[in-house]
């Protein structure tokens, strides 16, 4: 009894893991040994927020000229140009691309081109693939339109076809049962069942379309990413931290009107 | 006689009005967006001529700069994703309402993951660039401070949809608040955690990739160079290698989280 009761107090609650511990170790240790590839040196950290102090200081205050808000204005609607159109287009293209990659509609043949399409699309940054586009139709808005366009049909498909795999058969097998053609077993049968979720992707995608377009400008893509990389470039920091804000604040708005949409829309 | 409807008339008027808003904001953006319609003539040639140019592919230029700055790409992606990590714990644990029942902390931590998540990796890049100069180091901190919001947002909700009931257990028997999160909270979080960071650190390998447009090191500054040479057959390699990674990245991940989560 005795004994008993010694051996359970001397156990530990809670062992020491040496997995764990090791791991732990092993992550710490390439984090030194990354840090040296990199060059990433105290010194250098030190140097640089000496460097920062006086960046900030040219950044404070923000300037808010009225030729200055104009510009900011300009590109800011441009940016939001882009991800409407870049949104509605990718939404038209999504929908039969999503079907066509939905494995439990289409033959396996035309479920895997599509997938490989989707896959395409989905493994470049929308950056490289406005580089591309610049290339291809010039500067200006319409290069980012299309890479966002790409982005947009990787995205939506994808889950869209993933949401038509995981719906109900049943409802599609009553309406084949009245002999529905195709075209009718979709908007009778598919549809209803996976509109609502669609409805969520895209309007998700239209937030990140609008994030993304804050970037695409940077490589020529048009939009407010071209007005602050302009500025940037000529040194004028405190334009930058204006528009740096003026995102920051349309997103914030963005990310609640969206959210509120995707709530109303379930 | 009623006729059964699904949605309430205030629900009806919403939804209507949604779409009418979208296709009022889909026709104001066609009408309006600046096109250019002469680029628009020659866009196919451009196109045939922006292939017919890369190939045959430049397999030179992989051992000039490619192989290397490859390294500093997987670099900068893993350490940028640690040091994300590690900075936002602290911020995920003042957002989560459960652990800080402070309003006002809350506000500052939601509007510090709100803020980082709506800048964008590459608008990171160009500061910190600004900053600390070209190089890897700039790309790595931008990393971080972009996925601090991702990471942070994802936590503190993993934190706030908690069951209490270990914690209460912990707090019964006496233990302080620093034991309360080593062994309550942590080991209940840590599956969410390691699968968020492994699911960031797939996004940050593409993104590290295009941080060098900018100056930020990695593969982006061999694609950033052979671009302003218009050597678009060393474009075609880069390319070609940033679509390997990805695929690689993405197939490593899905077989770490089949296997370990």
């Given at each position: 009894?005795?004994?008993l ?5 001397a ?6 893991n040496?997995?764990?511990r090791?791991?732990?170790?092993a992550?710490?240790?390439?984090v030194?040994?990354a ?6 040196s ?12 006086r960046?900030?200081?040219r ?11 104009d510009?900011?204005k ?14 509605a ?20 043949w ?7 399409v ?15 586009f ?11 339109v ?12 994808k ?7 995981e ?17 009718n ?17 895209c309007?998700?995608q239209?937030d ?22 302009t500025?940037?470039?000529?040194f004028?920091y ?23 949409l ?5 | 006689?009623r ?16 779409y ?15 096109v ?18 890369m ?15 490859l ?16 900075l936002s714990?602290?911020?995920a ?15 500052v931590?939601?509007?510090i ?15 910190f ?33 908690m ?5 209460e ?8 608040r620093?034991a ?18 492994l699911?960031?650190?797939?996004i ?5 990739a295009v ?10 500054v ?5 671009l ?12 070609l ?7 690689a990245t ?12």
């Amino acid at each position: 009894m005795d004994r008993l009761v010694s051996a359970a107090t001397a156990r530990t609650p809670f062992p020491a893991n040496w997995t764990a511990r090791a791991l732990w170790t092993a992550l710490a240790l390439y984090v030194l040994y990354a840090c040296g590839i990199l060059d990433v040196s105290w010194d250098r950290f030190v140097r640089g927020l000496d460097n920062g102090a006086r960046f900030l200081g040219r950044m404070f205050p923000p300037d808010f000229s009225a030729q200055k808000l104009d510009l900011l204005k300009v590109g800011m609607l441009e940016s939001m140009q882009i991800a409407v159109l870049s949104t509605a287009a990718g939404i038209v293209l999504s929908l039969p691309l999503g079907l066509l990659a939905a494995r439990n509609l289409m033959p396996g043949w035309v479920s895997w081109t599509a997938r490989g399409v989707i896959a395409l699309c989905r493994s470049f940054h929308p950056v490289i693939t406005a580089i591309l586009f610049v290339k291809a139709v010039g500067f200006g808005a319409l290069a980012g339109v299309l890479a966002l366009v790409v982005a947009s049909m990787g995205f939506i498909s994808k889950l869209f076809a993933e949401a038509i795999e995981e719906m109900s058969l049943r409802q599609v097998e009553a309406v084949r049962a009245t002999g529905a053609g195709f075209f009718n077993v979709l908007v009778m049968g598919v549809f209803p069942q996976v509109i609502a979720r669609f409805i969520g992707f895209c309007v998700y995608q239209l937030d990140s379309n609008l994030r993304n377009s804050t970037m695409v400008g940077i490589v020529g893509g048009g939009g407010i990413g071209a007005t602050l990389f302009t500025a940037y470039q000529r040194f004028d920091y405190d334009f930058v931290l204006t528009i740096l804000l003026a995102i920051i604040a349309v997103i914030m708005v963005a990310e609640v009107v969206s959210a509120q949409l995707r709530k109303a829309f379930q | 006689m009623r006729r059964w409807r699904r949605f309430t008339p205030a629900q009806r008027i919403g939804r209507a009005l949604t779409y009418v808003l979208a296709a009022v904001a889909v026709v104001w953006s066609l009408r309006t967006i600046e096109v250019i319609p002469e680029f628009l003539y020659d866009a196919p040639e451009q196109t045939a001529d922006l292939f017919r140019r890369m190939w045959p592919i430049d397999w030179s230029f992989w051992g000039e700069m490619v192989a290397e700055a490859l390294v500093e790409t997987f670099h900068t992606a893993t350490l940028g994703t640690i040091i994300a990590l590690a900075l936002s714990v602290p911020v995920a644990l003042l957002a989560a309402r459960n652990i800080t029942p402070s309003a006002t902390l809350n506000l500052v931590a939601k509007f510090i993951l709100v803020s980082s998540r709506s800048v964008n990796s590459l608008i990171w890049a160009l500061l910190f660039v600004a900053i600390f100069g070209p190089g890897a180091l700039a790309g790595t901190l931008a990393i971080a401070f972009r996925s601090i919001g991702f990471v942070g947002k994802l936590l503190a909700e993993a934190l706030e949809e908690m069951p209490r009931g270990p914690l209460e257990a912990l707090a019964a028997a006496g233990a302080p608040r620093g034991a309360i999160l080593l062994k309550g909270y942590w080991p209940q979080v840590e599956p969410s955690f390691w699968s968020v960071a492994l699911f960031r650190w797939d996004i940050n390998i593409r993104e590290s990739a295009v941080l060098g447009l900018v100056g930020a090191g990695g593969i982006g500054v061999a694609l950033d160079t052979a671009l302003n040479n218009l050597y678009w057959d060393q474009v075609g390699l880069c390319l070609l290698v940033i679509f390997a990674v990805v695929v690689a990245t993405e197939v490593a991940t899905s077989a770490i989280r089949s296997r370990i989560i």
